[in-house]
Each structure stands twice: as structure tokens, then as C-alpha cells.
């Protein structure tokens, strides 16, 4: 299973600090939101969940990296959520660092050996810096999600007009030339 199967693009959130306080509770909040009701859960039981797990000890694993996660009996399947912090959101990461990238997931009580490969898989993702700051660099919630589906080694969505153009070009050019970047 891909993060890309327990994500989607409505899943992933940018926020931008635009003068507002941001603290990890709102954070959490919104990745609640995000995760969205499902299964007979509210978004008030996936942030309580969530927020249960970081009292135990912060989720923050360093390097602007938290991934809030926690259990609920009712669930049928693992859920995700990203958020994107370009400002950061004091966290209180292993490393005293602010976080910039959130991913929360939430998975059935049950499944708690799927839950570990889950973060295992999150934690092998982002641990790449350079992968990181493309992350946050973003300019929209799509381009972070064909970015994890990239790095995840998927194929990128095709906007419909280069595949129109690739399906034009089909048998290639008359001339006996090739076009650069021609498959």
C-alpha cells in the first residue's frame, strides 16, 4: 500500500500564518478536519484521538517533521491528512525545531501492525531534505499530493491538454525527426 491510497488531494491543507496565531492544537485541528467524519467518527473524535497521543509525548520527530497519529475502535480503514506549515508551528519536536510538515494518520484500533508500517512509511518518505522543502515549497495543495504520488514512484497526473497533444503525436513526426522529450 502507497500513503498515496490513505491520502487524496481534498486531504492535504497549506496554512499560511497571514497574521493569525497558530499553535499545535489548532494544527491538530485542522488535520482533524482534513481526515474529515467517516465511519461513525467526528472530526471531534479524530482530534481527540490525535490530541490523547501528543500528551503521551510529541509527535514532532524532528528535522520540521510531526506525524500526529492515534487509533479508533469505530474505523474500518487507515485515514491521512498532510498540512503544510511554510511558517512553522512550534510543536515541541525532538529538536526543538518548529514543524513545517504535518501528516496525521488515523487507523482502526485493530490494525495496529498496519498503524506501524504506516509510519514507518511516512518517516521513510520525509526523510529525504531536499523532498522536504519541495513539500513545503508548494504552491497548492494538488502540486504537494503529485509530489508525494512522484516520490512514491507513481506517475504524475498528465493535465488534459499535454495528453491530448501526446495522443496527436502518436506516431510521431513525418519527417523522420524526433521531438525532444518523445517517448
Known amino acids: 500500500m502507497r500513503l498515496t491510497d490513505l491520502l487524496s488531494p481534498e486531504r492535504v491543507g497549506i496554512?499560511?500564518?497571514n497574521g493569525d496565531p497558530f499553535d499545535k492544537e489548532k494544527a491538530i485541528g485542522l488535520l482533524a478536519t482534513l481526515?474529515?467524519?467517516?465511519?461513525?467518527?467526528?472530526?471531534?473524535?479524530?482530534?481527540?484521538?490525535?490530541?490523547?497521543r501528543e500528551q503521551l509525548q510529541s509527535t514532532g520527530i524532528g528535522e520540521g517533521v510531526a506525524i500526529p497519529h492515534g487509533a479508533l475502535p469505530q474505523l474500518s480503514e487507515q485515514v491521512a491528512a498532510l498540512l503544510i506549515v511554510p511558517d512553522g508551528v512550534d510543536f515541541q519536536a525532538i529538536d526543538d525545531a518548529n514543524v513545517k510538515i504535518l501528516f496525521g494518520v488515523i487507523t482502526p484500533k485493530r490494525a495496529t501492525g498496519e498503524h506501524l508500517k504506516t509510519l514507518a512509511r511516512v518517516?521513510?518518505?520525509?526523510?529525504n531534505k531536499d523532498f522536504r522543502a519541495?513539500?513545503?515549497?508548494?504552491a497548492n495543495e494538488t502540486s504537494v499530493f503529485e509530489l508525494?504520488?512522484?516520490?512514491?514512484?507513481?506517475?504524475?497526473?498528465?493535465?488534459?491538454?499535454?495528453?491530448?497533444?501526446?495522443?496527436?503525436?502518436?506516431?510521431?513526426?513525418?519527417?523522420g525527426t524526433e521531438k525532444k522529450g518523445a517517448s
Do not use: N
Not at 134 to 138: D, Q, T
Open 148 to 175: 508525494i504520488r512522484e516520490e512514491e514512484g507513481g506517475e504524475p497526473s498528465v493535465p488534459h491538454r499535454e495528453v491530448t497533444a501526446a495522443a496527436a503525436s502518436k506516431d510521431g513526426p513525418k519527417d
Open 15 to 17: 496554512k499560511r500564518a
Open 35 to 52: 481526515i474529515g467524519e467517516r465511519d461513525g467518527v467526528s472530526v471531534a473524535d479524530v482530534k481527540r484521538a490525535l490530541l490523547e
Open 123 to 127: 518517516s521513510r518518505l520525509l526523510r
Open 134 to 138: 519541495r513539500l513545503v515549497a508548494s
